[in-house]
């Protein structure tokens, strides 16, 4: 992703996002094992993504939501309601 968004190493996104070269290598090779949400964050300010895109290769913007009024009509899973 970094490499369509214009960047061409490790090196340039780590200085775009402000994080450490090692960080930045570790996520642009995908060896990193411990995800740092304040690195990802950076990166994805970087990128000008949404961390989904970075998570998700599927994600999307487009994707349908949740209907409010469906979701409060059908409750949540699990609760059992109140009487009196």
Do not use: Q
């Not at 995800?35 to 970075?54: D, M, Q, S, T």
């Not at 999307?60 to 899973?77: H, I």
Request: aromatic share 10%; glycine share 8%.
């Amino acid at each position: 992703m970094a490499e369509a968004k214009g960047y061409s190493n490790a090196r340039e996104l780590a200085d775009a996002a402000g994080i450490s070269y090692n960080t930045a290598y570790g996520y642009w090779k995908d060896t990193t094992v411990n995800l740092n949400r304040h690195a990802l964050a950076k990166i994805c300010e970087a990128l000008g993504v949404h961390i989904y895109a970075l998570i998700d290769d599927d994600f999307t913007f487009t994707r349908p939501k949740a209907d409010p009024e469906s979701v409060r009509a059908s409750g949540r899973p699990g609760r059992k309601k109140r009487s009196g």
